[in-house]
C-alpha cells in the first residue's frame, strides 16, 4: 500500500469512528463488549430465488429489473456471509456495512441520493439479509428478545461520503418492519418461523 493510499483509508478510518451513526452514537464511543467484528452467518439457498427475495424486499412490481437477475437461480446449498460489525447501544442491537464505493454525481453521498444508491446497487437486499441473520440469531441467544424492542436497523456508511461540513452525508439507517422479516424468515426457513 502507497502512501497515498494509507492516507485515504486512515482519513476513512477517523471519520467513521468519529462519525454520528445514529443519535448520541459514535464508534469510538461503544466498549469492547458492545460490538461483534465481521460476524459470520449461514441462509440455506435451496429456496433463495432472486425475484422470490426482490418481491418480499421491495414489494410486489419492485422485483429485479432485468439486467440484475437473467431469471437464473442461485445454487443449493447455503448462502455464506459476514457482517462487518454488530453493535448494541441503549439496549438496541445494529448491522453496520462500510462500503468505499465512489459514487457519481452532484450531492452523491446526500440522503436523496444514497437512497437511490442503496436500489441502484441492491445494498437494501443485502442489509435485508442480514438484518434476518442478526434477528435469528439474537433470537435464539438473547432471552426475552423482541424485534420491535431490540434491532434498531441496519446502517450502511459510504466512507467516501463523511464530511464534517455535512454530518447527514454518507450514512444510510434502515429499520426493515418486522412483517418483512417474517416473511422472509417463512420463505428462507420455512421449518424455524419467527
Known amino acids: 500500500m502507497n502512501e497515498a493510499h494509507s492516507e485515504h483509508i486512515y482519513s476513512w478510518v477517523h471519520a467513521t469512528m468519529n462519525t454520528e451513526l445514529i443519535q448520541s452514537c ?26 422470490t427475495l426482490y418481491s418480499l424486499i421491495r414489494g410486489r412490481g419492485n422485483e429485479i429489473d432485468g439486467k440484475s437477475s437473467n431469471n437464473q437461480s ?24 462500510y462500503k468505499t464505493n465512489t459514487l457519481k454525481g452532484e450531492n452523491a453521498y446526500a440522503p436523496e441520493q444514497l437512497n437511490k444508491a442503496m436500489l441502484d446497487l441492491s445494498f437494501d437486499i443485502q442489509g435485508h439479509l442480514y438484518t434476518l441473520a442478526l434477528h435469528k440469531y439474537l433470537s435464539t441467544y438473547m432471552s426475552g428478545y ?12 459510504f466512507v467516501r461520503g463523511l464530511h ?31
Open 74 to 97: 442461485l445454487p443449493k446449498g447455503f448462502l455464506k456471509g459476514f457482517i462487518d460489525l454488530v453493535f448494541e447501544h441503549d439496549g438496541k442491537f445494529f448491522v453496520l456495512d
Open 26 to 51: 459514535c464508534l469510538k464511543e461503544l466498549a469492547k463488549r458492545q460490538i461483534i467484528v465481521e460476524k459470520p452467518f449461514l441462509i440455506p439457498s435451496d429456496s433463495l430465488q432472486p425475484e
Open 164 to 194: 464534517n461540513e455535512n454530518p447527514m452525508n454518507g450514512k444510510y439507517h434502515h429499520r426493515p418492519n418486522i412483517q418483512t422479516i417474517s416473511d422472509l424468515m417463512a420463505e428462507l426457513l420455512p421449518k424455524e418461523g419467527v
Open 146 to 157: 423482541d424485534y420491535d424492542r431490540h434491532f434498531g436497523g441496519y446502517i450502511y456508511v
